[in-house]
Nanobody, 124 residues
Framework: QVQLVESGGGLVQAGGSLRLSCAASGRSFSSSAMGWFRQAPGKEREFVATINGISETTAYAGSVKGRFTISRDTAKNTVFLQMNNLKPEDTAVYFC?????????????????WGQGTQVTVSS
């Protein structure tokens, strides 16, 4: 059974940092594209960041570019999202997602595997 388990969420003040982790089990994602998405209260889930499974090329939503960094540890089958200079509008449930292919997508409908999410709350 494939599982993605997020951790590292919490409550932080504006300007602070958090590092989210996504640990995968049940299959190797070492050559798979991985992504992070988020869903704020009353809003649809949106793309945050993605990383290519081969080249490790990354892409970000405009709202987080320059503040968030996606990375991976293939040996540990884990993906990270380093979030710096957090803002209250970053408050959301953050989801890790994986593809069965190496190339990235900003569209959630192309991701076959999903975690349960971790809450990030940024206070002003």
């Amino acid at each position: 059974q494939v599982q993605l388990v997020e951790s590292g969420g919490g409550l932080v003040q504006a300007g602070g940092s958090l590092r989210l982790s996504c640990a995968a089990s049940g299959r190797s994602f070492s050559s798979s594209a991985m992504g992070w998405f988020r869903q704020a209260p009353g809003k649809e889930r949106e793309f945050v960041a993605t990383i290519n499974g081969i080249s490790e090329t990354t892409a970000y939503a405009g709202s987080v570019k320059g503040r968030f960094t996606i990375s991976r540890d293939t040996a540990k089958n884990t993906v990270f999202l380093q979030m710096n200079n957090l803002k209250p509008e970053d408050t959301a449930v953050y989801f890790c997602a994986g593809r069965s292919t190496y190339y990235t997508s900003t569209s959630q409908r192309f991701y076959e595997y999903w975690g349960q999410g971790t809450q990030v709350t940024v206070s002003s």
